[in-house]
């Protein structure tokens, strides 16, 4: 999506005080963001770095699932607590602190057990948008992965000890309507123009005032006539076309030099690509049902419109990029262009309503500013299916993909088994590795590993460089190692908050001692 326009002097408080966060993801980003309700579990070093980078840019509330008090430990590593906190209940001090932060965030604790809560009130977590954990053994993770997989919840587990970190993402489905591509591509229409289109470049005589998309659909079309009717797609028939315009420069013309520039991206735009296709070929999209939700229902109603007044075309965007151009030309030709979006978002709208009819659903379930949305963004759909964290509990379970990863050199999955072997100490022994005894702990904690290995049906084996490098910390948090996991767990929970962006799928690995990240699909 591009930047917003220039904002009005007249901003609100609140508006100033969130400019730059719009900028990224919209009002209506930062609407969801304000109403969204966040559950911690354990505030940790890397749990109180992960909500601070929610609170500041305006998280509507949280929730912090803690039983623990302040030990020195946290002192060390967790910048939200002090001496004065000490010996205190660990959720009351750091929910005090961060919301000392942003007094537009409701901030609230409960100094009880997550195992206690999941056991005696599992309800509790119906009323959040997203849950993320750090600090937790295998049996809690597995019993959470399990309730909210149920309830279709996002949750992220979350791991910081010494310079190791990991983050897991479980969505059962999750549908992105604007993912702000890197490399989008404009759909300009020049190798089919709609009628108001072609008659208004047809009525258009090329002169240095004119917008280079003139220029560009002018030498197309001598391009077009001279090659029995193709449009460019190589890359050699893209330097002919740029060939052909630069001969018919007669001077150095910024709008000529500016749709030589513009010949790689300005063709291809408002067909189906093979990810769309896909989505509109889901059974979500074939079967709507009342169960369907507004995403779907749009996804229907773009691809009936797809299939019948815009013959194989998505809706026109109604978005073009900034030309040189004397200001009459251009806002003439951006007018033409949003005129044809608003008519297709139109018919959309008109489908979108027809189709909610049938499935007895409020007409007011899909507004017209969602369909103007969705059009505009259609080209660039992503639905994400994620699996289940317990899952990977199981044996056997993603086996192949893990050794393979172990047998590819300078992976970190390694890193990924440790951390599970981790957990599972966690369980059987009640502590830390590394907390009472490092050398036997190593020991220990790497006859896990080799366990969890051997029932995978995996024959490698876990160095005991990076068993024992676990194991020194004792489980301490290095602040610096938390606070940048907790900066990339902040980004995905606004990705899932927001429904903008692609958020990772599914575990994201971190080496701080080679500066080396990853991401896998377990």
Not at 249 to 271: C, L, R
Not at 306 to 329: C, F, H, N, Q, R
Not at 389 to 404: M, N, P, Q, V
Request: net charge negative; proline share 4%; aromatic share 8%.
């Amino acid at each position: 999506m591009s930047s917003p326009g220039p904002r009005s002097p007249e901003l609100t408080d609140k508006s100033r005080k969130y400019d730059r966060q719009i900028r990224l993801w919209g009002e209506h980003g930062q609407s969801q963001l304000e109403t969204a309700q966040v559950c911690l579990i354990n505030a940790t070093a890397l749990g109180a770095e992960i909500m601070k980078g929610l609170v500041l840019p305006g998280i509507g509330g949280f929730m912090i699932v803690d039983d623990s008090l302040v030990t020195e430990a946290d002192l060390d590593s967790n910048f939200f607590l002090d001496a004065s906190s000490l010996g205190k209940a660990r959720a009351k001090c750091c929910a005090t602190m961060l919301q000392e932060m942003n007094t537009d965030v409701n901030g609230d604790y409960v100094d009880e057990s997550i195992d206690h809560i999941l056991q005696v009130n599992p309800e509790f977590f119906k009323n959040y948008d997203v849950v993320v954990a750090t600090s937790l053994d295998e049996r809690s993770i597995v019993t959470l992965s399990n309730l909210l997989w149920d309830l279709n919840i996002p949750l992220v587990i979350c791991r910081s000890v010494g310079f190791l970190g990991s983050v897991r993402v479980q969505v059962k489905e999750h549908c992105v309507i604007e993912t702000h591509p890197d490399n989008r591509q404009s759909d300009l229409r020049l190798e089919q123009p709609f009628a108001s289109l072609k008659e208004h470049i047809d009525n258009t005589t090329l002169s240095p005032k004119v917008p280079w998309l003139i220029v560009m659909y002018k030498y197309l079309q001598q391009y077009v006539a001279e090659n029995n009717g193709q449009v460019p797609s190589t890359y050699r028939e893209k330097i002919k076309l740029r060939d052909m315009i630069r001969a018919g420069m007669t001077a150095d013309e910024e709008n000529y030099e500016e749709a030589i520039k513009a010949v790689n991206s300005s063709f291809g735009g408002g067909h189906l690509t093979t990810g769309i296709k896909a989505i509109m070929n889901d059974e979500s999209c074939i079967n709507l049902n009342k169960q369907s939700t507004p995403f779907w229902i749009l996804v229907r109603a773009v691809k009936d419109f797809v299939e019948t007044e815009g013959k194989g075309w998505l809706p026109l965007p109604g978005v073009i990029p900034d030309m040189t151009a004397d200001t009459a030309s251009y806002i003439n030709l951006q007018n033409i262009y949003r005129a044809q979006a608003l008519h297709d978002a139109d018919i959309v709208h008109r489908r979108a309503q027809q189709l909610l009819k049938e499935l007895d659903k409020p007409s007011d379930t899909i507004t017209e500013k969602d369909v103007k949305l969705f059009c505009r963004e259609a080209a660039n759909l992503a639905v994400i299916r994620g699996t289940k964290i317990a899952d990977e509990y199981e044996k056997g379970y993603k086996a192949t993909s893990i050794a393979r990863g172990l047998e590819t050199p300078n992976t970190l999955v390694e890193h990924y088994v440790i951390l599970r072997a981790m957990e599972k100490f966690k369980t059987e022994y009640g502590s830390t590795p590394g907390q009472t005894e490092v050398e036997t702990d190593t020991a220990r904690i790497k006859g896990i590993a080799c366990r969890l290995l051997n029932e995978w049906g995996v024959s490698a084996q876990i160095s005991d460089d990076l068993a024992h490098e676990l194991c020194r910390y004792g489980g301490h948090e290095v602040h610096s190692i938390s606070a940048y996991v907790g900066g990339c767990v902040a980004h995905e929970l606004i990705k899932l908050i927001t429904k903008q962006y692609k958020p990772i799928n599914n575990t994201f690995i971190y080496n701080a001692i080679t500066s080396e990240t990853d991401v896998y699909q377990f």
